[in-house]
């Protein structure tokens, strides 16, 4: 009977510990889905306001890394991406299952990631559309779902690696507090 229930406390702790990852097949069907419609319904370069200038659908595809900054060629960019997708599963299997909020904002980020890994071996570059900012001078680079979930991920993380308390220590006994303590209860 012992065994039996050692065996269900094992499947629920490894329930809890990958349950989450159910959430990367719908982040990646997501952004797959919307680069599909952006692809399918605009032309490269073409953009579309939605809100003024503000937000825009701008349909364009990005050679670099995230937010267009250049690392080399495309497979300097596929590599790159493929060992930070190591490191994040990595992070994930090592988080304590206890660490909920950690462990969803790592699937997020790995999500994300997946879905423009998929773009850089389909395509050799990925698929950006979502382009805000004020008139023609200020915009925030031109980014997609995927760059979305990876970006909110890692605010998730940092605020929760933030808010950790650090593990309390013991501290070693003071042998001069203990005689002290002697001299006074003598």
């Not at 300097?76 to 992070?91: D, E, K, M, N, P």
């Not at 206890?98 to 980020?109: D, G, I, S, Y």
């Not at 997946?114 to 850089?120: A, F, L, P, T, Y």
């Not at 979502?130 to 605020?159: C, E, H, K, M, Y």
């Amino acid at each position: 009977m012992n065994d039996i229930h050692m065996g269900n406390n094992s499947q629920i702790s490894l329930w809890s510990k990958f349950s989450c990852l159910g959430l990367i097949p719908f982040i990646l069907a997501l952004d797959q889905l919307t680069k599909l419609l952006i692809v399918d319904s605009m032309h490269r370069n073409q953009s579309v306001d939605v809100i003024g200038s503000f937000f825009r659908l701008t349909y364009i595809h990005n050679p670099g890394a995230a937010f267009g900054l250049s690392l080399g060629g495309p497979e300097i960019h596929t590599i790159v991406s493929l060992i930070a997708l190591g490191v994040l599963v990595y992070l994930f299997w090592t988080l304590p299952v206890e660490t909920k909020l950690l462990r969803f904002a790592v699937t997020m980020v790995l999500g994300g990631a997946i879905g423009n890994i998929v773009d850089r071996v389909r395509l050799g570059e990925v698929v950006d559309f979502f382009d805000f900012g004020i008139g023609n001078q200020w915009r925030w680079p031109i980014f997609n779902v995927a760059d979305s979930f990876v970006t909110v991920g890692i605010i998730i993380l940092a605020i929760g690696y933030s808010r950790q308390k650090e593990p309390q220590t013991e501290q070693p006994i003071d042998s001069n507090f203990i005689d002290e303590k002697k001299n006074i209860e003598s």
